[in-house]
Each structure stands twice: as structure tokens, then as C-alpha cells.
């Protein structure tokens, strides 16, 4: 999605000499890839559009990934970006040509390219991961991982199980219960579960999102209440307060028996992990043929799952809703000033500049690069600014007259070192998830407000970069 915009930003003020890079077949990014029963978007679709093209045409609140696709289908359809497109075109490596200032990027069975600027927008939950089980790979029925679906793996009648509570896992249960005999869930963690405010947009609804005040006050609406949770991730807090209160409430309504109730209770602060918003998780889990497995894995064999507790659980098929590699999601070998590597540059866990900018990396810019995720908010609300930055700093090279810019060192130095020192005291900082690398580090998060974001990418200054 960040690439789209990219695109459109460009065309929009005049820029028509660049091309977007795709490895896959189709545009949507996470939206293309996540293909798994169930999948949809947890903030409201009036905040999963660009602002600058509102969609009329949203069927639900909570849009499901094919609705998702479509709109970006017409983005580029309407901005006329296909000229500008190559799909199934997968960049290899990148390095920074300090002679030249120009990025010399590899490309899969095609000739490289040459480009002033290189905007990377290949999304932090973009590489699957899987989990370290051993007996794994023995499995002898269908092994799929969420974000590598295979729609033709047959589900009817046969013995599934999904490992994961996270946030896929939730949305996937719901239908695989609906089809499987039998549905085993291997939970390690339980997680925090909030009611989704869910509803069908009805022919009242997608006309009325036709007029651009109603469109903008939904926008707005959905903007400032998604911003006020923020406050729900500060100890002592009335949203915080609420918030409990919501999810007690939830998961009573959701499972009678108080048994279960017990093993869905989290063990850590709320929010300190994705919060999960789903209606039917919970009543899913209660049915008979869906049975909640806690007991640690073991491992696996040709026929199944054994768990601690000893017992084997005879399975079909086995779907791994494990998440992403965060981590190390910049697979590609990108290389700066001096030969540097991206990737020894973050032996401990990615950083940038407010996700936009790393230090001996010029005229390179991230989209939802380190520390822009959220846990409240729509991440597009994060895309925007950072696209308007490149684009403005694109700008400022050409009008100086000079090749490149680069973000100095102790810029990144100072912001990174602020900005972890307020995740340590957050809430973020008391459990393990994919916000955090292997060193500890939050990776991921951007711990404030979103109005701060957009401030503080309003107010980046030329000082901090040096131009050459
Ligand atoms: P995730 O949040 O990282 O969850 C992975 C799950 O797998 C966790 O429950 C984890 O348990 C479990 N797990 C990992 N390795 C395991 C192992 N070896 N044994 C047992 N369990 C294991 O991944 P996700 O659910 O795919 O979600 C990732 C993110 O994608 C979300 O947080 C969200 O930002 C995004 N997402 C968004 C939407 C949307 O609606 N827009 C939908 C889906 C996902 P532990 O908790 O114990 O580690």
C-alpha cells in the first residue's frame, strides 16, 4: 500500500520517471499474500483508504482482504500507474553508488536498474515465519503457513489444527471451525480480546460516503476515537480502566465455561501484544468439535502433534499462524556508503529515523520502517507522512542542485536512544512479541500519539541530513 501511494504522490506532483517494483503477481502487498479464510482488516475501512481517495464502496466496516484488493485495484486503475508497474519482478540486492549517487538495483532474470532515489516499501510482516518445532518438516499431512495459503487444500470433514492465538489465528479459527471435524488450537499465550465494532455498509451508507463532508466527518470521527485508545496503553488511565473492563466483559459473554474462561486469561498488560478485535474467536472456541490446547508443544511426527502433556493429537492438515520474521523482513542485501550492509547495521534489530531514514543510506527511505507500527490506529495514518517526506526530500536534492542526502549520524543516534528510553517504561516492554528483536529492543512501535508522528515528520529538517 505504501508503494501504491508512493506511486500516486509522485504522479501527483508531476514525477513520471520511476517504476514500482513488485515481486508478486498482484499489488496489496500484505493484502495479496494473506489469502487465509477469514482474512480482514482490524481498524475501520474509513481509515484503510488514502485520504485523498476515500472509498464509497466499502461493504463492511471491518473490510475483508478482497475488498481491500479491489480498492488498491482502482487506485492504480484511476492514478494510471500500470504503465509504471512490474509485477513478478523481485529486486535481489541494492548498493549505493557513492560516484555516481545512484542506487544500482538487481533484479531477478532482468537487467539491473539505476535510480536517483529508492524507496523501500516491502512492509515489516511481509516474510513468513515459521515455527521452531522439532519433527516439523516430518509431517505427513497438508503443512501450511497463514500467509502462504493454499485455498485448495481441502478442510471439509478432516482433523486441523492452527498453532497461534495471535491476530491471524483469531481470524482464521472462526471458519476453519466451521468446516473442520475436528479443530485443535495450540495456543502458547492467550491474548487480549476486544468486541469489533462491526457492521454492514448497506446502499444508505455507500451513498451517503459519496459526499466528500460525510466522507471527511467519518474519516474524522474514526481518526480521533482511534487516537483517544492510545491512552488505553498508559498504566492508570480511564481508557485503560475501560478497556479491561471491555475485555472481562467479552470474554465472559463469549465462553460459559469458566474452565476455558481460565485458559484464555492473558498473562501479561494489556496491549503489551496486539490486541485482538473479533466477535466470534471466543464463541468459536466454546464449540464442540474446537478444542483449546495448552499444553506446550513437543514435537511433531508424520501423524500429528504431541504435546507436553504426552497425549499425540492425530491431525490432516496443520496450519502454522505463527507470524512474521520482523526482524529480519528486509531480506534483501541493501548496501550503503562505504560497502556498508543494512543488515550488519542492524545485527541488533532494525532502527532508523522516525522509520524513514537510516544514517549512510542516502536517498534511501523507508515506508513503515522501523518504529511506525501502532497498536491503536490505522497504519496508513503512518504511510502518508512518510511519502510526503520523500517526496519533499527528493525535491530538496534537485533544488540544491546535488545528488543525494544522507540522515547524520548522531540524529539517528539521538532519536533512537529517546525513543527507546520511553518504550522501556511503556507497556510494550514487559512481554516477548514481534515487536521486539531477539536482543530485546523494541523494533516495531511507534510508542506515542499519531498527531506526534506527522508533527515530527512535519518538522524534519534539512540540518539533520548532509547533501552531496
Ligand atoms: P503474531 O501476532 O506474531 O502471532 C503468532 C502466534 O504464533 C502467537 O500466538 C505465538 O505465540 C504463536 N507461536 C509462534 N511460534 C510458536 C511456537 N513455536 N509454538 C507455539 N506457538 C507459537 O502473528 P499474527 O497473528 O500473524 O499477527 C501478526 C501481526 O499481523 C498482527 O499483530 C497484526 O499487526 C497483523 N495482522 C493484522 C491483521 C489485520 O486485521 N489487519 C490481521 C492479521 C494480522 P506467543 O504469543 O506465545 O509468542
Given at each position: 500500500m505504501s508503494g501504491v501511494c508512493t506511486a500516486i504522490e509522485l504522479k501527483r506532483a508531476g514525477r513520471h520517471n520511476f517504476v514500482v517494483l513488485e515481486k508478486s503477481a498482484g499489488l496489496g502487498g500484505t493484502w495479496w499474500s494473506?489469502?487465509?479464510?477469514?482474512?480482514?482488516?482490524?481498524?475501520?475501512?474509513?481509515?484503510?483508504?488514502?485520504?485523498?481517495?476515500?472509498?464509497?464502496?466499502?461493504?463492511?466496516?471491518?473490510?475483508?482482504?478482497?475488498?481491500?484488493?479491489?480498492?488498491?485495484?482502482?487506485?492504480?486503475?484511476?492514478?494510471?500507474?500500470?504503465?509504471?508497474?512490474?509485477?513478478?519482478?523481485?529486486?535481489?540486492a541494492a548498493r549505493f553508488d557513492e560516484n555516481s549517487g545512484l542506487w544500482h538495483i538487481e533484479v531477478a532474470g532482468g537487467p539491473a536498474l539505476r535510480a536517483r532515489f529508492f524507496v523501500c516499501s516491502t512492509g515489516p510482516l511481509s516474510v513468513a515465519r515459521w515455527p521452531a518445532i522439532p519433527g516439523l518438516e516430518s509431517f505427513a499431512g497438508t503443512r501450511l503457513h497463514s500467509a502462504h495459503w493454499n485455498a485448495d487444500v481441502a478442510l471439509k470433514g478432516r482433523r486441523v489444527a492452527v498453532i497461534g492465538s495471535g491476530s491471524t489465528a483469531a481470524q482464521l479459527v472462526p471458519p476453519l471451525a466451521q468446516q473442520a471435524?475436528?479443530?485443535?488450537?495450540?495456543?502458547?499465550?492467550?491474548?487480549?480480546?476486544?468486541?469489533?465494532?462491526?457492521?454492514?455498509?448497506?446502499?444508505?451508507?455507500?451513498?451517503?460516503?459519496?459526499?466528500?463532508?460525510?466522507?471527511?466527518?467519518?474519516?474524522?470521527?474514526?481518526?480521533?476515537?482511534?487516537?483517544?485508545?492510545?491512552?488505553?496503553?498508559?498504566?492508570?488511565?480511564?481508557?485503560?480502566?475501560?478497556?479491561?473492563?471491555?475485555?472481562?466483559?467479552?470474554?465472559?459473554?463469549?465462553?460459559?465455561?469458566?474452565?476455558?474462561?481460565?485458559?484464555?486469561?492473558?498473562?501479561?498488560?494489556?496491549?503489551?501484544?496486539?490486541?485482538?478485535?473479533?466477535?466470534?474467536?471466543?464463541?468459536?472456541?466454546?464449540?464442540?468439535?474446537?478444542?483449546?490446547?495448552?499444553?506446550?508443544?513437543?514435537?511433531?511426527?508424520?501423524?500429528?502433534?504431541?504435546?507436553?502433556?504426552?497425549?499425540?493429537?492425530?491431525?490432516?492438515?496443520?496450519?502454522?499462524?505463527?507470524?512474521?520474521?520482523v526482524q529480519h523482513a528486509l531480506a534483501v542485501p541493501i548496501t550503503g556508503r562505504g560497502g556498508a550492509l543494512l543488515a550488519d547495521a542492524w545485527a541488533q534489530g532494525p532502527q532508523a529515523h522516525l522509520g524513514l531514514s537510516v544514517a549512510g543510506f542516502p536517498n534511501l527511505f523507508l515506508m513503515l520502517g522501523p518504529n511506525t507500527a501502532t497498536g491503536h490506529t490505522s497504519t496508513l495514518l503512518f504511510i502518508e507522512p512518510g511519502v510526503r517526506w520523500a517526496l519533499r526530500a527528493m525535491s530538496e536534492v534537485?533544488?540544491?542542485?546535488?545528488?543525494?542526502?544522507?540522515?547524520?549520524?548522531?540524529?539517528?543516534?539521538?532519536?533512537?536512544?529517546?525513543?527507546?528510553?520511553?518504550?522501556?517504561?511503556?507497556?510494550?516492554?514487559?512481554?516477548?512479541?514481534?515487536?521486539r528483536a531477539d536482543s530485546g529492543r523494541n523494533i516495531a512501535i511507534w510508542p506515542g500519539f499519531t498527531r506526534e508522528y506527522v508533527r515530527a515528520v512535519q518538522a524534519e529538517r534539512f540540518d539533520d541530513f548532509t547533501f552531496a
Open positions: 494473506n489469502r487465509y479464510p477469514g482474512a480482514h482488516v482490524d481498524v475501520p475501512a474509513p481509515l484503510y483508504c488514502f485520504s485523498f481517495e476515500p472509498n464509497p464502496r466499502w461493504q463492511r466496516r471491518f473490510a475483508a482482504a478482497a475488498e481491500i484488493q479491489a480498492y488498491m485495484a482502482h487506485c492504480a486503475d484511476k492514478y494510471a500507474l500500470h504503465p509504471h508497474l512490474r509485477l513478478g519482478c523481485a529486486i535481489t471435524a475436528h479443530l485443535h488450537v495450540f495456543q502458547r499465550t492467550a491474548n487480549w480480546v476486544l468486541p469489533r465494532m462491526d457492521r454492514r455498509y448497506g446502499r444508505a451508507d455507500q451513498l451517503l460516503a459519496q459526499l466528500p463532508p460525510y466522507a471527511r466527518a467519518v474519516r474524522a470521527f474514526w481518526t480521533q476515537l482511534l487516537e483517544l485508545g492510545r491512552r488505553g496503553f498508559d498504566e492508570g488511565t480511564r481508557m485503560r480502566k475501560h478497556m479491561l473492563r471491555m475485555a472481562q466483559a467479552h470474554l465472559r459473554r463469549g465462553v460459559a465455561d469458566e474452565g476455558l474462561r481460565q485458559r484464555l486469561r492473558p498473562p501479561y498488560a494489556l496491549g503489551c501484544k496486539r490486541i485482538i478485535y473479533s466477535n466470534d474467536y471466543y464463541p468459536t472456541l466454546a464449540q464442540p468439535q474446537v478444542e483449546l490446547v495448552t499444553s506446550a508443544i513437543s514435537h511433531v511426527t508424520p501423524q500429528g502433534i504431541v504435546t507436553a502433556d504426552g497425549r499425540e493429537h492425530a491431525l490432516d492438515v496443520l496450519v502454522c499462524a505463527t507470524g512474521f520474521d534537485q533544488r540544491r542542485g546535488q545528488r543525494w542526502l544522507d540522515l547524520k549520524p548522531e540524529v539517528m543516534q539521538a532519536f533512537n536512544d529517546a525513543l527507546q528510553a520511553r518504550l522501556k517504561t511503556s507497556v510494550w516492554a514487559g512481554c516477548r512479541s514481534w515487536y
